[in-house]
């Protein structure tokens, strides 16, 4: 049941902001590396077909800069010092795929079981960012793309107590972005490396944006 | 090439039908609910200023099982159509939205009496620096796809200057209710009725920080 379950958002209580001085560590995970994400009704053949067919582009994404990613982590700590917390950087990124699922409910507690990360470390509060997927999206019907790619970045922001890891913020920002002007320019395809990147920085900007909003 | 032709007419009779969700209403003026501590006779300058507008737009209706002649001649009309009335197929927060939302926060800081006086404005020229002034900045506004049932993502700056105290800054950023992946049966007009009145009640907190605040 909990694997059929959706995340779900959850805000910061003011509660958190009252407790200062209180020791915050700040991990990211392993970075995905940029692709084309082919969604839609597509067969096993289709499916060869069209990456074939987006090789070019996939190149061209393997290449993005993401050194954004660790600035992204920077990012946070500075303004969790500049609020009183005692924030530090956790030292290596995550590989979330090789943590255990915590088999609890995913709307109270992390879905991800961290505490061979947590034991570690002495902090009351662990704040996790997960680059969950970075590229583009192209739809298709079979090997037909039913429309241009568009540029896509989707970040998860979540915070947990680190006595039992259970929730005290989430926030998904997923943003899909249309290419403006001509997409098909390889091999350097501008206008979508254009789009790519306002997508990275209004994921970004809503995921550090909500976790401080209105502080 | 009957089966084609048949495609070709049923994919036109769909994408002329109406869709579940409209993005076209406007949104109703957003109501304050709560109770505000602030009471001052100054004046105020709401000074609303736009920033990102991320809109989704409508998928095609139309399901081609995978049959690559009827997707190339129903993404075909399925395009033209779209060009012909791009405002039908999207959703978004945008000037429209955000002119109803600041009108009513307009209204909600007069109800309460929370200002004498409130004067929409959209630029800075002839303010009066004896007056408070608050700048809402519209940063970024988001609508998710239809996978999210076109939820709202808001971020909203408010800066407050007045000549008596220091200047406060302040970003909010709210959504609408948890993601579901079953259609809930919300509208649109729901979505941004909710994530407005939850905007408005921050905004609303915030002026009265301000205001508690030296």
Redesign the interface.
Known sequence: MTGCA????MELSDNFWQQKNQKIVVAKSKAPKPEVMQVG???LI?YAINTQMAKPINERLEKVDTSWYPALQRAFTQKLAAHGMQPSIYPTDLNIKKLPSSNKDI?KYAATDYSTVIAPVNANTFLIIQLDSLGAIR?Y????P??APEAHCSITGELVDTKDQHLLWR????????VQGEWDQPPAYTNLNNALQLAIT?AQ??VI??F???? | MLKHLITFFCLTMLTACVTQTSPEKLMPSVQYRQSISVHTHKSAYLYWKTG?Q?TA?E??AA??????I???IG?AIDAQLRKNNPGRYTYTYGGAQQAVFITSMKNALLQNGVFNKVNLITTDKSLNPNEVVIILNF??T?V??PE?QYAI?L?VEMTIKSPDKKTFI??????NS????VWTGRSFEMQQTEVSEKMLN?LM??ISEWYHNP
Do not use: C, M, W
Request: glycine letters at 10%; proline letters at 6%; charged letters at 15%.
């Open positions: 959706t995340q779900k958002n009704n597509q067969g289709d709307n739809k019907s079979g090997f037909i039913t429309g926030y998904k920002a997923d943003v899909t972005i249309p209004t900007q809503e944006d909500n401080f909003s209105g502080h | 990102l991320l737009i998928p095609s399901n081609y099982n995978g049959d690559p009827a997707a190339l993404s940063k970024t988001r998710a796809g999210q993502s971020t302040r970003t909010y950023s709210v959504h948890p993601n579901e992946n921050h907190s915030g």
